[in-house]
């Protein structure tokens, strides 16, 4: 009987690490849909057709090999590193999936 207490208590400790660790862990990321407008070194402005994000807003690439590939008035669908948006801030296109 002992020993199924422990056990029982083990695998909650478990369990109970395993969710704080998921929850700390996990991001939420944003998938947009839009059309280039322009793109710089370091930045791209999109027409966010998407109900969230809607209208022009620029970004910055995560990785210069993303901006290489875009070219302008190119429909593209894309995931930024945050689960909202806020108007006036620039988040990052960690990915882009072309359409």
């Avoid at 704080?20 to 322009?38: H, P, V």
């Avoid at 590193?81 to 359409?99: G, M, R, W």
């Amino acid at each position: 009987m002992k020993n199924l207490i422990l056990v029982i208590l083990f695998l909650n400790i478990a369990l109970f690490n395993s969710i704080i660790a998921n929850e700390t862990l996990q991001s939420d990321n944003l998938f947009l849909k839009g059309i280039i407008i322009a793109k710089s070194k370091k930045q791209v402005t999109v027409k966010v057709t998407s109900n969230i994000c809607n209208g022009i807003r620029n970004f910055k690439v995560a990785k210069e090999s993303i901006l290489r590939k875009l070219d302008e008035k190119q429909f593209i669908g894309f995931i930024i590193n945050t689960s909202y948006c806020e108007n006036n801030k620039i988040y990052t296109i960690l990915e882009v999936i072309k359409q």
